[in-house]
């Protein structure tokens, strides 16, 4: 008998959506050169919408979820990886195309993996996992830019959350002030822990912006969307600019023309998924390098496998806080 392991599964049957944990064989993997044993995954936000079928997320059925994922190669047809090696995976379509981390195993393209950077332990990657790896993209964005801690103060949204948290203690690290934009007040000492300056509420931010509003931040990162997206833009300062990279109010974006023509504000999409492994590389040696570890126990949290569910109905009620790690073998 081939050896099982456990995994979730999702299948649709006609217009029937069902997660299961189950147990399954590497005949149940979909294609790729290099099998992992999968040490620690996370939950992500999109990874909520999977579990619950909140959003058509999941492309492709049967599927296992989890866009991220840390462990062992146990075999590789992949020059780049030995049996042996350390590896990390965020995006390029797992968990949404591509069977993913909720699992004791996994089987992916060899060029979708990292080598886990030198320091850093299985389960650190994934309290880092791909919110934090999104929060460097977003970090490296503002520096490519110029912004430095001199021209002023970072804003950040959505900051009691898993991207808002590494991005706090990756900037205050880095020497820049951070206000924090959040509509949880319980939150104040985390985030004020992790290195906030400042705390502000969300709800200003919720309203129908103004095309430019008083200049305040020198840049952004925004993980909202809508009118949040929006009035951060009006408030930008010259020249600044903003890294958006998430949705968590709304894909639209309620604005106009003001902030980039008579500002010179500039807009940074950043995408985690198909970004290049060069850049991936990049982020994650500088994860390595710029984050305080010791706050990175303080924002994240571990749970088994079987208690991903509660997670997944969790973060999109935004009831998180951080990170939430999921150990996995």
Same mark, same amino acid.
Not at 68 to 89: C, P, Q, R, W
Not at 121 to 145: D, F, K, P, S, W
Not at 179 to 198: K, P, Q
Not at 219 to 235: W, Y
């Given at each position: 008998?081939?050896?099982?392991?456990?995994?979730?599964?999702?299948?649709?049957?006609?217009?029937?959506?069902?997660?299961?944990?189950?147990?399954?064989?590497?005949?149940?993997?979909?294609?790729?050169?290099?099998?992992?044993?999968?040490?620690?995954? !996370?939950?992500?936000?999109?990874?909520?919408?999977?579990?619950?079928?909140?959003?058509?997320?999941?492309?492709?059925?049967?599927?296992?979820?989890?866009?991220?994922?840390?462990?062992?190669?146990?075999?590789?047809?992949?020059?780049?990886?030995?049996?042996?090696?350390?590896?990390?995976?965020?995006?390029?379509?797992?968990?949404?195309?591509?069977?993913?981390?909720?699992?004791?195993?996994?089987?992916?393209?060899?060029?979708?993996?990292?080598?886990?950077?030198?320091?850093?332990?299985?389960?650190?990657?994934?309290?880092?996992?791909?919110?934090?790896?999104?929060?460097?993209?977003?970090?490296?964005?503002?520096?490519?830019?110029?912004?430095?801690?001199?021209?002023?103060?970072?804003?950040?949204?959505? !900051?009691?959350?898993?991207?808002?948290?590494?991005?706090?203690?990756?900037?205050?690290?880095?020497?820049?002030?951070?206000?924090?934009?959040?509509?949880?007040?319980?939150?104040?000492?985390?985030?004020?822990?992790?290195?906030?300056?400042?705390?502000?509420?969300?709800?200003?931010?919720?309203?129908?912006?103004?095309?430019? !509003?008083?200049?305040?931040?020198?840049?952004?990162?925004?993980?909202?969307?809508?009118?949040?997206?929006?009035?951060?833009?009006?408030?930008?300062?010259?020249?600044?600019?903003?890294?958006?990279?998430?949705?968590?109010?709304?894909?639209?974006?309620?604005?106009?023309?003001?902030?980039?023509?008579?500002?010179?504000?500039?807009?940074?999409?950043?995408?985690?998924?198909? !970004?290049?492994?060069?850049?991936?590389?990049?982020?994650?040696?500088?994860?390595?390098?710029?984050?305080?570890?010791?706050?990175?126990?303080?924002?994240?949290?571990?749970?088994?496998?079987?208690?991903?569910?509660?997670a997944a109905e969790a973060i999109l009620a935004g009831k998180i806080r951080g990170r939430t790690v999921v150990k996995i073998i």
């Amino acid at each position: 008998m081939p050896d099982t392991f456990r995994a979730y599964q999702i299948t649709k049957d006609e217009d029937v959506y069902k997660v299961a944990l189950t147990t399954l064989t590497e005949q149940d993997l979909m294609e790729g050169d290099v099998t992992v044993k999968v040490e620690y995954s !996370a939950v992500n936000y999109k990874d909520g919408l999977a579990m619950t079928g909140s959003a058509p997320v999941v492309r492709r059925f049967p599927l296992i979820p989890g866009i991220d994922f840390a462990g062992t190669v146990t075999a590789s047809e992949n020059s780049t990886f030995i049996v042996g090696d350390k590896v990390l995976l965020n995006g390029f379509g797992v968990g949404e195309v591509h069977s993913g981390g909720f699992s004791e195993t996994a089987r992916v393209d060899g060029n979708w993996l990292v080598p886990l950077p030198d320091g850093i332990t299985a389960r650190q990657a994934m309290a880092v996992g791909t919110a934090g790896y999104t929060a460097m993209l977003c970090i490296l964005a503002l520096e490519n830019h110029g912004i430095n801690p001199e021209n002023g103060d970072i804003l950040v949204t959505g !900051a009691a959350g898993g991207v808002g948290s590494v991005s706090i203690a990756i900037l205050s690290k880095l020497g820049y002030r951070v206000v924090a934009v959040t509509g949880r007040s319980s939150e104040r000492d985390y985030l004020i822990s992790l290195g906030a300056s400042e705390i502000i509420d969300r709800q200003p931010f919720s309203e129908k912006a103004r095309p430019l !509003a008083k200049e305040q931040w020198a840049g952004a990162i925004d993980v909202a969307g809508g009118n949040t997206l929006a009035n951060v833009l009006s408030q930008i300062k010259y020249g600044g600019a903003v890294a958006a990279c998430g949705l968590a109010e709304s894909m639209s974006l309620p604005t106009s023309v003001a902030p980039f023509i008579l500002r010179g504000v500039a807009l940074y999409g950043i995408d985690s998924v198909m !970004a290049p492994i060069a850049k991936r590389q990049q982020a994650w040696q500088r994860i390595a390098e710029d984050l305080d570890f010791s706050k990175l126990e303080t924002l994240s949290n571990e749970i088994n496998l079987e208690e991903v569910p509660a997670a997944a109905e969790a973060i999109l009620a935004g009831k998180i806080r951080g990170r939430t790690v999921v150990k996995i073998i």
